[in-house]
């Protein structure tokens, strides 16, 4: 495995979130609300790329507790994670 220079590392309460120099999104932590991104509810021990993004390009990413943002390459928002207080944006408090 290569590693790539981060342009950034974020780190927010047992969620981390690193931004790869190559538009991949990488995440390790808690994921009780599949706010990493990954199947499942399962705690990821070492970082792991985001796959359901590595046709989209990460640009951007934020994140929270227990959600995360990410602006595509193309201008696209992508949204999971909890919606219990509506931090996703969409109509719906069902955890995406």
Aim: net charge negative; charged share 10%.
């Amino acid at each position: 495995m290569q590693w790539t220079i981060w342009h950034s590392f974020l780190q927010l309460t047992y969620v981390y979130c690193c931004h790869a120099a190559d538009a991949e999104l990488w995440t390790t932590g808690s994921n009780d609300s599949c706010q990493l991104g990954h199947k499942g509810h399962d705690t990821q021990l070492h970082p792991s790329r985001v796959q359901a993004l590595d046709a989209h390009g990460v640009c951007q990413v934020a994140c929270g507790q227990q959600h995360m943002l990410a602006v595509a390459d193309g201008g696209a928002l992508c949204a999971w994670g909890a919606a219990d207080s509506g931090q996703l944006g969409k109509p719906t408090t069902q955890t995406h």
